[in-house]
């Protein structure tokens, strides 16, 4: 695939989303909270921690009396998000809790999940079976069970078995920027005429000890003393780095004229995008901010929309010291005096970093702006810090009409990506007011 996705005649929508986070466990319970400026993060207990720590995350919001299935939270919430997805477009006859049949042509349907490092909690039982004589009591064929769905492409199978998608099944692995790149990659395969249809998404829950204490050691974990309310700061002089959330989105993407036929109205158009590497460190940007600008403009380029018509970025954003300056200058090189008006987001400071799920969540979430006419806010960013001088949308969202928006990821490893959304043609997704009016 070229850095800026090949250009087509093919118009690429959204037309379905299913969405669940430490804020909500479906669509738009999540981004009713996300409007109302509310926060999932929470003290996390000494068992996830370590004794005398006490780390903050945004565990996965459990509906009262349930549980996560057998196959693991990372898996569970691909089953969850891929069904709200598939229904929302209208595609299946199921409900929300059981698969149906496809009300489409299974072989032109294409499957993009993307788990980024696997099911942590499957990797843990695994690790646990070798001293537990009754969880291998079913021999190798029960092990090899257990090991596949450790790996980072149960969740695409999964789906494309569940489902008999019988089209592309893939399972892009790109860090924290694996979310985007699944979708980015299944509208290309849209656009170049290989599904008319793509379940694109990701998922993540990695509120694991082992992951905690390397993050922790990496010294990209945010300083857990006080509120835990307060801990995530993206952009703020006091930042000191993420908090980890667990969640996922799946989004239906489909050609238009397939979405038009099947009388289904689109949230957003995908007008374009583009992939690239920082090439500098497994871990740290390169502090020149012109690679991730001159990705920023090809995808501009790609998306045939200027930056005068830019209304809203939702960022990466992940509140650590390095980064956030660098993407700030990356996204006023890229736009010049057009960054000053543009509306930016960061979501992790209400969802958590949601890891290699983080791009697709928040994507999904600017798909709801769009579809509301609302930027969400930035919570916490009470001393901006010089070096982030742009507008950060701090403490309370604002309504206000949503032309196209740009949606950014950045993985560990150097990888990159930027999609471009912009308003479909008339008619599309309504907007709609949350409960309190």
Known sequence: MSPSLSPSAAKVVVTGIGL????????????????????????LSDELSGPGRRDVGCPLLLEEGHTVGSDGRTLSIVARTAAEALADAGLTTSDQTQPGALTVASDRVATLIGLSKGCMQNLDRLARAGHDPAMIADGPSHSWIWEHLCWPNAGASLIAARYDLLGPCLAPVAACATGLVAVLQGAELIRRGVCDVALAGSADASLQPLLLGAFRRMGVLARSDGDPSRVARPWDRSRSGFIVGEGGAVLVLEREEHARARGILPYVEVAGGALGADAFHETTMNPDPAGLAALIGRALTHSGISASELDHINVHGTATRVNDPIECRAIRLALGHDAN???????????????????????????????????????????????????????????????????????????????????PDAPFRTPRKPPHG
């Open 20 to 43: 669940w986070t430490g804020l909500g466990v479906d669509r738009e319970s999540t981004w009713n909270a996300i409007r109302a400026g509310e926060t999932a993060a929470r003290a």
């Open 341 to 423: 008006r543009v509306a930016c987001s960061a979501n992790k400071s209400q969802i958590g970093h949601l890891l290699g799920a983080a791009g697709a969540a928040e994507l999904a979430i600017t798909c709801l702006a769009m579809r509301d006419g609302f930027v969400p806010p930035t919570l916490n960013l009470d001393d901006p810090d010089p070096a982030c001088d742009l507008d950060g949308t701090p403490h309370t969202g604002r309504s206000t009409p949503i032309r196209s928006a740009l949606k950014l990821s950045i993985g560990f490893g150097g990888h990159l990506a930027a999609a471009l959304l912009r308003q």
